[in-house]
């Protein structure tokens, strides 16, 4: 396996993604393809936002004040579960089951007609989780039952620590600065079939507002489960606002959700994007226990891994059930087929979904400031978060009439040439939080960045990034993946992590109404927080004409660790197996023992190929990111002010180095790309107890790329000062 995993496969050839040049042949093939769209009826899938639980309403204030908020977008599934909020307790039933239902598939031959059936592994029934939302200072009681069958043939007594037990599960919540221990946010813990278990989450009242997520995590299961979806959204939302810095408190905590409104006290409108890559496929199959799962049936026959059925041009259309009675529906039940090959997703065919849709259709008026919080819980493949504005071609807008169709290959001429992007065409993202946290100082994503360079918003598997973004003016535009070149990706293996092979639009976005600016973006929105934060002192309100949101940071700057607290996570593949520190994960063993409320530098290093290092419970600051010079010494990417040396910069048609805009800011999932080294600071704030540090490409940490690390009272009382001294 490991062999596979280091191989280089031969990737197909990478389309010029920010030329637009037009040849006739292309726009015979547009035509072409356009008018088979039309006659095959696309339908448009509006955008839908993620499933809500059905509320109990206990305290009625406290509900109006969090849905004022928020867009309520339709959404065709009600999941499972219930939340009730008193108070400040939240109460959650949470289901994670398999469940029936379709997502949509552009493929006109499709053999289902756009709708495929699929049955998964999920939360509350819905191919996306329930949004969960919070507020600092609540106890968040969740009721997780796990309702999947108690026979589970991949449950065997090799396992753990490999992958498996696909139906044993628990939580995790992502980012939460919460106590991993007891039932709170423990990773250690199994939850097992036809069981339940009952979490409560202390959010301190001092956790910072913003944007994370659930999954599961059990060793062994953790892939297979987020793949089937198992994912949602965890809002923190909080109302603290801004007071003046004082000798006692020079960095009071406010919440960036205070100062995202107009001058009438109106909120921005948000949107969230839970993109989920679930890379179902049909299989040839008994019921369990004989044999199942064991090989992907396609209409192109049985799908063989290593032959030239794994290839773009051969994705996992399923059969027709009239010519094959035995196909099953939608599945992901093999590891090895469906989620353990770094090419696997890029060659299965299937789509990046938002919110359970594939592709969806959205509005938004032109002028309007909207707040979108993205939220990647793919397992292991980056998104290049672009929005650029569509470009009919001749007579033709495939974007306005929500009409691309295909699978992603036939899709990819359209994309490059409907979806341009260029510094011209790409509408800036200004991203106020990483991670959840909210940055010091808003930052521009867009082109041209740095020398010309496209910029780009890397989502890697984990990550969550919030930003501001307002359309210029009436029109189509593109939510893309972009493409990342050859020299960029993964599979050339000589670094990248960037992106697909081919561009992927992941949403259309129809902009009508409201009103158009003519004004630069960056100075529109500084001057929207001005304008609508009257009250707050000059100077503050000043700086947020130049994107100064320090003041709703939750963090600035990490004091220095001492000399000696340094750490190291060194990530490889090898003949031994999936490695942290030469040795892959083994439940008995705590890999590193620290004390609580003490800091240390970590060194983030992977050979071969990049992997992306995420810890629980602490967020970490980026120091620093370096990468070898001609004479063979580390030399930062940064320049004195902590942006990117315009060495770093690739030419005009690159996409910018993923690091720039990361100097000194805070987040808890980093991707660690081979020929660098990234520099971290992390404090282990107030909390001790046993959990884990891992690659968040999940199917790698179901493989053993994962240490336990305990966070213990005093490193020089015995046992770290944890149970009673025993005396015989
Ligand atoms: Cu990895």
């Not at 949403?507 to 304008?531: F, M, N, P």
């Not at 000399?563 to 490695?579: E, L, V, Y």
Request: charged letters at 15%; hydrophobic letters at 35%.
């Amino acid at each position: 396996m490991a062999t596979q995993f280091e191989s280089v496969g031969s990737s197909p050839a990478s389309s010029s993604i920010n030329g637009i040049a037009v040849t006739t042949a292309m726009l015979v093939f547009l035509t072409a393809s356009f008018c088979a769209a039309q006659s095959s009826q696309p339908k448009i899938h509006p955008f839908e936002a993620p499933p809500t639980l059905s509320e109990t309403a206990e305290s009625p204030v406290t509900l109006a004040q969090l849905a004022a908020n928020r867009t309520v977008g339709r959404q065709t599934c009600q999941p499972k579960g219930s939340i009730t909020r008193d108070g400040n307790i939240v109460s959650v039933k949470l289901n994670l089951s398999r469940a029936d239902f379709t997502i949509n598939n552009p493929d006109p031959t499709d053999a289902y007609g756009g709708e495929d059936p699929v049955t998964l592994r999920s939360y509350g029934g819905c191919k996306s989780g329930p949004m969960i939302e919070v507020k600092p200072g609540n106890t968040l009681r969740i009721e997780l039952t796990n309702q999947l069958d108690a026979n589970d043939p991949s449950c065997t007594a090799s396992q753990p620590p490999g992958p498996g037990c696909y139906n044993t599960t628990n939580l995790h919540t992502h980012g939460l600065h919460v106590s991993p221990a007891g039932n709170s946010d423990n990773v250690l813990l199994n939850i097992a079939p036809q069981t339940n278990f009952p979490y409560e989450i202390n959010i301190p009242a001092d956790h910072p507002s913003g944007t994370f997520w659930y999954h599961p995590h059990r060793h062994g299961s953790t892939a297979m489960q987020v793949a089937s979806g198992a994912a949602g959204i965890l809002i923190v939302r909080g109302n603290r606002a801004y007071t003046a810095p004082s000798a006692k408190n020079p960095h009071p905590m406010a919440d960036v959700d205070t100062i995202l409104h107009d001058g009438r006290g109106v909120n921005l409108k948000e949107q969230l994007f839970l993109f989920q890559q679930i890379a179902y496929a049909c299989f040839k199959n008994g019921p369990p226990p004989a044999t199942p799962w064991q090989q992907i049936f396609t209409t192109q026959g049985m799908y063989e891994v290593g032959s030239s059925g794994d290839s773009a041009s051969a994705p996992w259309t399923c059969p027709k059930p009239e010519s094959e009675p035995q196909v099953s529906r939608g599945a992901v039940e093999n590891f090895d087929l469906q989620l353990s090959s770094p090419r696997i997703w890029d060659t299965s065919g299937r789509f990046t979904s938002i919110n359970g849709v594939v592709q969806p259709t959205m509005t938004v008026a032109a002028g309007e400031i909207q707040r979108w919080r993205f939220v990647h819980a793919g397992i292991h493949d980056t998104i290049n978060l672009q929005v650029v504005r569509a470009s009919p071609i001749g007579s033709t807008n495939l974007i306005a009439a929500s009409a691309l169709s295909g699978n992603r290959q036939d899709q990819k001429a359209n994309v490059a040439l409907s979806c341009p992007a260029t510094p011209e065409t790409m509408v800036p993202q200004f991203e106020i939080a990483a991670d959840g946290l909210t940055r010091t100082k808003l930052r521009t994503l867009s082109g041209p960045g740095g020398s010309g360079a496209i910029g780009s918003n890397y989502l890697q598997p984990g990550y969550r990034s919030d930003v501001l973004i307002v359309f210029p003016k009436d029109g189509y535009y593109c939510l893309l993946d972009q493409a990342a070149p050859l020299q960029e990706r993964v599979l050339n293996g000589k670094g990248g992590g960037q992106g697909p092979s081919i561009p992927q639009l992941l949403a259309y976005i129809h902009v009508k109404g409201g009103h158009a600016v003519t004004t630069d973006l960056q100075s529109y929105v500084e001057r929207a927080l001005y304008d609508g934060n009257p009250s707050l002192p000059d100077p503050v309100r000043q700086g947020l004409l130049k994107g100064d949101l320090t003041p709703w940071a939750p963090f600035i700057d990490l004091p220095p660790a001492p000399a000696t607290n340094q750490q190291t996570a060194s990530f490889a593949i090898n003949a031994q197996g999936f490695q942290i520190n030469g040795t892959s994960y083994n439940p008995e063993v705590i890999n590193v023992t620290r004390q609580v409320n003490t800091t240390d530098d970590w060194l983030l290093t992977s050979t071969g190929a990049p992997h992306i290092f995420h810890i629980h419970v602490n967020p970490f600051e980026v120091i620093d990111v370096t990468t070898t010079a001609s004479d063979g010494s580390q030399v930062s990417i940064f320049d004195k002010n902590g942006n990117c040396n315009s060495a770093m910069q690739p030419g005009p048609q690159g996409l910018v180095n993923q690091y720039c805009g990361l100097y000194h800011v805070f987040r808890d999932t980093l991707f660690v790309e081979n020929n660098y080294q990234v520099h971290i600071r992390t404090h282990y704030d107030r909390y001790i107890g046993e959990y884990v540090i891992h690659c968040h490409i999940l199917d790698h940490e179901d493989n053993g790329m994962m240490m336990n690390i305990a966070i213990v009272p005093d490193l020089n009382a015995p046992n770290g000062g944890v149970g009673m001294t025993h005396h015989h």
